[in-house]
């Protein structure tokens, strides 16, 4: 049994950001893992997957991109190898092989089970990540056998999918970049959308990111709504490709409504498609005014390229009622439903009624115990590599303040 004062839950990027700033402050700590830094982004099969942030956008406290492609976007394992080369830039005190047994209240703090040894720690930070499981919704249970299922964690690339038809559910980021790969292979596609949020990848000669982390949005601190929160229509490709629904029927992706239903191998989808694909373009059309605005009034409108034409909408009056996927040659459905968090661990109660860590910012209704890298923490950008920077201090701050130490460290390079 080892002691010390913060023991850091996960070697990510939210992990190894408050590693750094505790280091930073001379605070000893230990950061656990089950693998090594960076382990879910090495252990990613997706074979094109690739940042949808520039590498510019990759600031960590004392770290930032320094190579020579600084508009381009890194693979999984490019950014596997950017963070393990921030975890020995400052000798992160990592200690691996470490997969979570328990946690669990111990007199002065928290006592830390692992595969790998125990430790008593008088703060924990849980830092174990956003996207940890497939989130696959109940009716997939009812497919027939006959269609294989995969998700958007499991997926490696079109060649290893069986033959047949896809059905890729979901138009969030995952969904539309896997639509777009498949159908660039030659597969033909159906992708099932619901509500969804819909960005040119480039506006007015310059990155959509470009102009939304300029204008502030993503350090715009979050307020709660309690509405949905699609990910961006976005891919991280060197030729700076649309994957939108319009660009997606362009290449051949068929749509439809979101999945309402699923018995044997027919599957039935909501007629909500003109309303969802509506709603999004009403989002998009009001942002890209905002930044028209925003362009003008900071005096770019001579540097930049002129007004766009409207861009086109989705067609929606074909989109299909319902499918009998075995009757129509479907042989794989691809999941690209989001992520859960699981922390069958975690014994301390701050957990909510849909197993989500209660928490203010970072602090959660127990002493000592607290959290970073969840979606929205404090803004849009918590759980981007280049916003999770602030979020880490706040934690390090409440950290630094329970042991009556102070940050030294900046929050970006």
Same mark, same amino acid.
């Given at each position: #049994? ?14 190894? !950001? ?59 394992? $490019? ?36 595969? !790998? ?32 299922? $995969? ?27 896997? *639509? ?14 619901? /509500? ?18 300029? #204008? ?5 601190? @979050? ?10 229509? =976005? ?27 699923? $018995?044997?191998?027919?599957?039935? @989808? !909501? ?12 989002? #998009?059309? *009001? ?5 028209? /605005? ?8 001579? $540097? ?22 075995? *009757? ?45 890298? #969840? ?24 950290? =630094? !303040? ?12």
């Amino acid at each position: #049994m080892s002691t010390v004062p913060v023991a850091v839950l996960g070697a990510g990027q939210a992990g190894l !950001a408050v590693s750094r700033l505790l280091t930073g402050s001379g605070v000893e700590h230990v950061v656990l893992d089950r693998g090594r830094p960076a382990e879910t982004w090495r252990a990613r099969p997706w074979e094109s997957l690739r940042l949808l942030t520039p590498n510019w956008m990759s600031r960590l406290p004392g770290w930032s991109y320094r190579g020579l492609d600084e508009h381009g976007f890194m693979t999984a394992r $490019e950014v596997a190898a950017y963070l393990a080369a921030y975890a020995r830039s400052f000798a992160a005190p990592v200690v691996g092989g470490a997969e979570l047994e328990s946690v669990r209240p111990a007199a002065g703090g928290y006592r830390v089970d692992t595969a !790998a040894g125990s430790w008593t720690a008088r703060t924990v930070v849980v830092a174990t990540g956003w996207c940890q499981s497939p989130a696959v919704p109940d009716v997939a249970g009812a497919l027939d056998p006959r269609i294989a299922q $995969e998700t958007a964690a499991s997926y490696r690339s079109p060649a290893a999918l069986p033959g047949g038809r896809v059905l890729v559910v979901g138009a969030s980021a995952s969904g539309v970049q896997l *639509a777009d790969e498949l159908a660039a292979a030659g597969r033909d596609v159906v992708l099932a959308t619901g /509500a969804h949020t819909r960005l040119p990848r480039t506006y007015r000669g310059l990155d959509i990111l470009w102009w939304l982390s300029t #204008m502030g949005v993503f350090d715009r601190e @979050f307020r709660a709504t309690g509405g949905a929160d699609p990910s961006l229509q =976005l891919i991280g490709r060197p030729d700076r490709r649309d994957v939108d629904l319009p660009a997606l029927q362009r290449r051949g992706v068929s749509l439809a409504g979101r999945v309402v239903s699923v $018995e044997g191998s027919k599957v039935r @989808f !909501a007629h909500d498609l003109p309303e969802t694909t509506a709603a999004a373009d009403a989002r #998009m059309s *009001a942002l890209l005014h905002r930044i028209d /605005a925003y362009a003008h009034a900071v005096g770019l409108d001579d $540097e930049i390229e002129p007004l766009p034409p409207p861009l086109p909408a989705a067609r929606t009056d074909a989109a299909a009622g319902e499918l009998d996927l075995a *009757a129509a040659g479907f042989g794989t459905v691809l999941w690209a439903t989001g992520y859960r968090r699981d922390y069958p661990w975690l014994h301390v109660p701050v957990l909510d009624a849909a197993g989500e860590i209660r928490h203010v910012r970072g602090d959660t209704p127990a002493p000592g115990l607290h959290v970073v890298g #969840m979606r929205r923490q404090t803004r849009r950008s918590s759980t981007f590599l280049d916003g999770v920077r602030h979020d880490a201090a706040l934690v390090v701050d409440a950290v =630094l !303040a329970e042991l009556g130490a102070t940050r030294s460290v900046e929050v970006a390079a």
